[in-house]
């Protein structure tokens, strides 16, 4: 008589006497696994951001929630140990960080997220805010601006559909209003209308200042200018220093490429100076006799180590960019947005606000 069974029946009735997961557990199991999933996602492939300022208005609207890929241009590899999904982390230790291939370029028009070269420059780069903008210029191209019309090489770029400016508008007469109903159809929200003034300004795209022009009350529109750089000092000063640029007659600026050799010069120094001090790297000053210093050591030459961007917000007059701070380094370039996968209109006297339900799942072009 076998008392105990057969060994194969004891390890079956081991395994049928396991206690069983209770329901709370089979939870904690899934949403570790969930999280370890979203984590392992948004590290890697794609990440969520959403449009806090009207800078890239009316391509993106505040309230906007974005899909944005980081494998398109290469993921980074993370350079700083924290808590996931929030800005706590472990401070003095930076690791030692690399891009993974991308399968596409850069390119101009591309809206991009990345993280703000004009931050705290004692933040790690991923630790920095991250802005949204369209590149304009890219590496190796000369840009400039001409009473508000980008060039690029020489060569004046349209402006797309959704992009917004000042423009003038030339009333035939003082006591014609433009109608503020009117103006919202077409998209215009910012615009100012003063009493007995043949002259308004408003804040249109280009297709809203066509239909603008064509009503019988308007003589013509024209862009607003602003001409005055003395508008640009102090916390407002414009990128480089010292240039008697306008945000709408900027430059001509030269974007550096990767291992382009630039030639150091009274001129050229205040252009890529903050770049080789800031993002490559190097330390930088001038010798007494006005030698330029690179690592303390007379340099006429550079050879810069990574691509840089210009980049430009849609709502051309109401955006702190590259005009402002500089160049964006590929290493800040976090990744291309993709599409609006949610929205939310909310103004400033709204309790709660709105879903726009028309720009869910659409794609940023």
């Known amino acids: 008589m076998r008392a105990n069974g057969t060994p194969q029946e004891n390890g079956s009735n081991k395994r049928q006497r396991r206690p069983q997961k209770s329901k709370l557990r089979e ?18 492939f794609f990440d969520l951001f959403k449009i806090p300022t009207p800078s890239m208005e009316r391509s993106l609207m505040v309230g906007d929630f974005l899909f944005v890929s980081k494998v398109h241009y290469g993921t980074r590899t993370p ?17 030692p960080w690399t891009r993974f291939p991308g ?14 070269p004009g931050d705290d420059p004692s933040l790690p780069i991923e630790r920095k805010m991250h802005y949204i903008k369209r590149v304009m210029g890219l590496p190796g191209e000369t840009l400039e601006l001409r009473d ?25 007469s003082p006591e014609v209003r433009l109608s503020r109903s ?8 910012e615009f100012n209308d003063p009493a007995n003034s043949t002259v308004a300004e408003v804040n249109a795209t280009p297709g809203a200042i066509k239909e603008i022009e064509s009503w019988p009350w308007v003589d013509h529109v024209a862009p607003a200018i602003i001409r005055d750089p003395s508008r640009f000092t102090g916390a407002n000063a414009l990128y480089p220093p010292h240039h008697h640029y306008t945000t709408d007659n900027y430059g001509p600026v030269s974007i550096p490429r990767k291992d382009e050799v630039v030639t150091l ?9 903050p770049a080789i001090r800031k993002y490559e790297g190097h330390s930088t000053g001038r010798r007494g006799d006005g030698a330029f210093l690179i690592d303390g050591q007379p340099r006429t030459k550079y050879t810069f180590s990574q691509d840089y961007y210009f980049a430009m917000g849609d709502n051309q007059d109401n955006s702190q960019d590259s005009r402002f701070w500089g160049f964006v380094p590929m ?10 996968y949610f929205s939310w209109d909310k103004s400033d006297g709204d309790l709660i606000g709105m879903p726009r339900f028309g720009r869910i799942f659409s794609l940023i072009h």
């Open 27 to 44: 939870w904690l199991d899934a949403l570790v696994f969930a999280a370890v999933v979203m984590l392992i996602v948004r590290t890697f």
């Open 79 to 95: 350079m700083t140990i924290g808590i996931p999904f929030t800005q706590i982390y472990l401070k003095g230790l930076e690791l």
């Open 103 to 116: 399968f596409t370029k850069v390119k101009r028009g591309d809206s991009i997220v990345f993280n703000w």
């Open 148 to 172: 508000k019309v980008v060039f690029i090489n020489g060569q004046p770029q349209e402006m797309k559909d959704t992009m917004q400016q000042f423009w003038l508008v030339y009333k035939t």
């Open 182 to 189: 009117a103006l919202e159809q077409l998209g215009v929200t």
């Open 265 to 273: 010069t009274q001129e050229t120094w205040a252009e890529y100076e």
């Open 331 to 340: 290493s800040h370039v976090v990744g291309k947005a993709l599409m609006i």
